[in-house]
Every structure is written in structure tokens, then in C-alpha cells.
């Protein structure tokens, strides 16, 4: 089963598409939601988006400027990272270091584990 990357036609998404970052951060602020799992994200520049409880599950983001953003509130299982520029950038603290260049320099998919719930 091949999984390629969605456009979604969501406003919210198609702000992001045309890189709209205040917009987009404005919208979800005022509550707005969408669905971002599985979306395509490539070469986008994405900094100072706010990501807290979004999901990025398998989402792509080859070659995406993701510079500073804080994952630590967002789930990126599936992800791929593959190229993208993550200087400065917070992950969960679930996710391995290993996984994270294992997907920007080979493009495998994040596998971030859920955390364990007592």
C-alpha cells in the first residue's frame, strides 16, 4: 500500500500552503481546527508556526524550513523529515534523537512512541 501526500483543500491547510504562517497561528488561536495528518509539507517554509496538539502523522516534509518550531506538543508519528532544515527545534521527548536524523538524512518515518499512561 503506497501512502502519498494529501493536498487537503482545508482553508486552514491551504494558508500553510501559501506559507501564510500569522494567518494561520491568528485562526488556530481563535480556535479553528483541520486535519494535517498525511499532508505534504514539502519546501514549504513553516517557521514560527504554532504546532501545540496538532497532528503531523505521517505527514511529508521533505526540504521544508521548519526552523525553531516546538514539536513538543504535536504528534509526528509517520513523519517524514527527509532534507528538511530543524535547527533550533524542540521534539517530543518521546522521540528518539536517532529516529529524527534517521528521517532527515534517510527520509524514514518517525516512529514516536505513545507515551505510557499508568
Not at 501559501?18 to 488556530?28: A, R, T, Y
Not at 535547527?87 to 521527548?93: A, I, L
Request: aromatic letters at 8%; glycine letters at 8%.
Amino acid at each position: 500500500m503506497s501512502m502519498s501526500p494529501r493536498i487537503s483543500q482545508d482553508p486552514m491547510y491551504q494558508l500553510l500552503r501559501d506559507e501564510d504562517i500569522p494567518q494561520f497561528n491568528k485562526l488556530k488561536a481563535q480556535g479553528k481546527t483541520c486535519d494535517l495528518s498525511g499532508c505534504d509539507f514539502r519546501g514549504l517554509d513553516l517557521r514560527e508556526m504554532d504546532v501545540r496538539g496538532l497532528d503531523f502523522s505521517n505527514a511529508y516534509f521533505r526540504g521544508a524550513d521548519l526552523r525553531s518550531i516546538d514539536f513538543r506538543g504535536a504528534r509526528l508519528a509517520g513523519a517524514s523529515l527527509a532534507d528538511a532544515k530543524i535547527s533550533g527545534c524542540f521534539f517530543p521527548d518521546n522521540l528518539p534523537a536517532q529516529e529524527i536524523l534517521m528521517s532527515l538524512q534517510q527520509g524514514t518515518r518517525l516512529r514516536q512512541p505513545l507515551p505510557v499512561v499508568d
